[in-house]
Structure formats: structure tokens, C-alpha cells
């Protein structure tokens, strides 16, 4: 067996006017001639921030402050000539005209326009984080479909949530099908994305739902990703193993906890802050902290390494 030493590269996402800087790889350099995030090997003794300062002007010439790095994901890949981990921080804040000013070409693109095939395959979570919203709202309880409907309703109005999951278990397939179709045709005038929770064959039925949230028990039984890479796929997941199976199905993200315990799961006791953060460093896919947690939590989420906050009491009307 080989022992490739891993390499600690910090890479900096540059935020400016909604897009972000990217340049090409030389030709003749490890992944050469694909599209990269400024960024390079941090040197004995510095910090990923002191590294990502030093790197982006000298690849760029723009000055960082280091207080305005903000963590975005930690991705670790095995290229099989070289083993890396991808120390991945934003930055919305930076001085000066970007130039490449080691011979690369260097661009302002939008996120919504970055393609996983023309960056190094370990992007692609990086990619998927900058997509994502930092809160993932999912629907709660409610007395009945006409019910549900009209919380559904006043949640889009009030919350405006970006991403949201419509999650009944307690419905019969029939039923949360008829749900599905209404919930869609609100989503979609109200500008919000919609997941849905169940078995592949629902995004068949709707096409128009953006992914597919497999609950845990769903995820288990497929061994490679059930759905095109047109969808977003999530699983839930509450532990290292159910994580390592959301990854062999490439999830695009992963819920998990209960980070605190939660109404929703009686009996589960929360996993804490400490154990979502080391679960979250090896995981490698961008992870929504769940159970028990509000909208001034997505600060902590963000600094154990997590996507957000996902949950129901943050935005669904209690009944
Ligand atoms: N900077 C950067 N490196 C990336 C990205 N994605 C990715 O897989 N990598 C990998 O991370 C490693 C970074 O190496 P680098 O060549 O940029 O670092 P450096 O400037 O310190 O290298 P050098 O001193 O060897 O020239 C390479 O293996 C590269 O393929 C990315 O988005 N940005």
C-alpha cells in the first residue's frame, strides 16, 4: 500500500458582485488546463488564512484581509498521485483588479454557471456549497392537506425560505402525492426551490421538483445514485457509516443529527456541536446541522464546518 502524504491547500473563494474569481491551471501543473479556485499549499507555520492572503496576491495580486475569511467547506480527495485536502474560505471583500499573475488566465463567473467537469474532481463539493442556501426549511405537522396547504402558504410568505423539503411520513403515498403536486405549482410561483422526500420514482411523477431527499431507510437500499445529476440528491443522516453510503451515492448534501434533541425525534438524544463538527470534517459533502436548532444557529453550524440550519420550528406555523 502506498502513503501518499496529504497536501494542506487553502483555497479562497473571491466573492464580487455575485460572482466569483476562478483561473485556469497551467497546462503542465498537477489537474493542468482545468479551472481552479485561487489557492495553494499552506507553507510550514502559517495558518490557512495567513496561506490564503499569501496566495491569492501572489497569484492575483488582490489583498485579503484575513478577518474576512469565512469557512465555506473542508474536502478531502485522493487523486491517486497525490492526496489533498482543500481547505475551502470565502471571501466577500477584496482589494484591487485581479490579474493572472502567474500566466493564468483569471475570470469573474456566476455560481449558478461553475461546472463540476471543468474543475478538479474535488471541486465538486465546493461547487455544491456555494449553491446551496445557508437554511433548508422543512415542512412540519399539519390538521390535513387543506391544512398543510395553507401553512405551506403563509410559510413561503413569511420565512421566504430559498430551498425547502416537503417531508410528511405521516402521509399515505397517494396523499402526499396530491400534496406534492400543489406544494410545486406554490413553490415554483413563489420562487422557492422544492425537494421531495421519498423514493426516486417522485421526481418521475414531478419533474419539476428540484432533488430528492432520501430519508435514511430509503438511502440504504441503493448502492449507487438513484437520480440523474439534472437533481439535487440529499440523504439524512445521523452517523459516520449512513454518511460514508450518502457519499458512494454522491448526495449532493446530507442532513445531520439531532444535533440538539428535538420534538420531531423523541427518545434521540442530540449528538452535540463537538461530535456534528468531527462528523462533518470527514465527510466531504456540504452538511445542514438538524434537531433542535434555530436561524442564529447557522452561525455556529458555520463555524463547526457545516452548510446551515436545517429544520421545521424555524419556519413552519405551529398548528
Ligand atoms: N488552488 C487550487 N488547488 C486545487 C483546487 N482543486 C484541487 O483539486 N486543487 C489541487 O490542490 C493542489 C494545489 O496545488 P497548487 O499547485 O495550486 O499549490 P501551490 O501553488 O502551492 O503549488 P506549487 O508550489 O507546487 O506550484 C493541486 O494538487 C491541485 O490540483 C482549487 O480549486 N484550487
Redesign the pocket.
Known sequence: MTTVRE?H?A?GVIFREGKVLIAR?PDH???GGLL??????VEAGETVQQALVR?IFE?TGLRIAPEALEPVIEVR?D?GD?R?F?DVWEASSAEGIPEGREGQKVRWVEVGKLADSD?????RP?IRALRLPRQYAITGAAAGVEAYLEQLEQALHSAGPELCLLRAPELSDDTYAQLAAWSLESCIANNVKLMLHGAPSLLEQFPGACGLHLPWHQARQHSVRPVSGDYLLAVSCHSAEEIAHATQLQADFITLGPVRPTPSHPGASGMGWNRFQELVAASGVPVYALGGLSLPDIAEARSRGGQGVAGISFWWPST
Open positions: 497536501i491547500v483555497v491551471r501543473v498537477h489537474q481552479e479556485f485561487p489557492g495553494g499549499k496566495e497569484e480527495h487523486y497525490k489533498v482543500l474543475f478538479p474532481a474535488a471541486n465546493i
